[in-house]
């Protein structure tokens, strides 16, 4: 399929929604880089958390976010490494803390400005399955694949409650359908570049589906659309 395929994939949705897990399987099938934006807001707030700066000072966070160097590297097997000035902090960005404060970072216009760019860089030297919130909407509107991932609040709890207890978070699970709640809110209600679909994304519940399940329809929309 890969050579027919041309062109960007674009997947948002709402936190525990399963686009990371179905962005990296599908970038894997197709042979495209995987970019995690989400990564690049946590790694962001995992760094101001660390040197204590106030993260309604939009001057500073603009300052760390200039002035540090955040990337994303491929795994062998697909994965996505984390590197913060070159310490790997792919765990570390998971953690409760930087879930809890990461929208109040993203909501700062001249952080998404800096996040943008980034992110156009990279789509423009590959071609990549990037997914986050404003994928579709803001950072490639142009691209000729868009998807919405979605499913009910008490799965998508569910299945972060699965993710954090395997890592050996002590969550409940009652805390991190709460946590989920609050941060889908603060994303869709901002002013800049919320939480919504593109009026020309295919919009996806994925309630009833396991992963492979999603990552196969992913695929045979993409190769509808080209044929
Ligand atoms: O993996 P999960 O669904 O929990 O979230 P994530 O993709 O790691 O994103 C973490 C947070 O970063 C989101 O809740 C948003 O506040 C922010 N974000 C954003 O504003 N725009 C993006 N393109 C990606 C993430």
């Given amino acids: 399929m890969t050579k027919e395929l041309r062109g960007n994939i674009a997947i948002d949705g709402p936190a525990g929604a399963g686009k990371s897990t179905a962005a990296r399987l599908l970038a ?3 042979d495209y880089l995987y970019i995690d934006t989400g990564a690049m807001y946590r790694a ?9 700066i106030d993260l309604n000072d939009a001057d500073k966070l603009c300052a ?5 160097d955040i990337s994303l590297a491929c795994r062998e097997n697909g994965d996505i490494s984390v590197y913060c000035c070159g310490e ?5 960005i998971r953690q409760a803390e930087v879930s809890r404060n990461v929208s109040i970072v993203a909501r700062v216009s001249r952080v998404r400005k800096q996040m943008l760019q980034k992110q156009r860089q990279m789509a423009a030297t590959d071609q990549v399955v990037m997914d986050g919130r404003d994928i579709g ?11 919405f991932l979605t499913a009910s609040l008490e799965e998508r709890a569910r299945r ?3 993710e954090l207890t395997a890592a050996g978070e002590d969550v409940t699970l009652e805390t991190v ?14 002013e800049i570049a919320p939480l919504k679909p593109a009026p020309d994304a295919t919009i996806i519940d994925t309630s009833d589906m396991n992963i492979n399940e999603v990552v196969t329809m992913l695929l045979n929309l993409i190769k509808e659309r080209i044929r």
């Fill in 177 to 190: 359908k709460e946590e989920i709640f609050q941060r889908d809110k603060e994303d869709s209600q901002r």
């Fill in 44 to 52: 962001l707030t995992w760094l101001a958390l660390c040197r204590g």
């Fill in 160 to 162: 972060r409650y699965e």
């Fill in 64 to 68: 760390l976010a200039e002035s540090t």
């Fill in 137 to 147: 909407t803001y950072v490639l509107p142009d691209a000729p694949f868009k998807f």
């Fill in 88 to 92: 790997d902090i792919t765990a570390a």
């Fill in 28 to 30: 894997q099938k197709i």
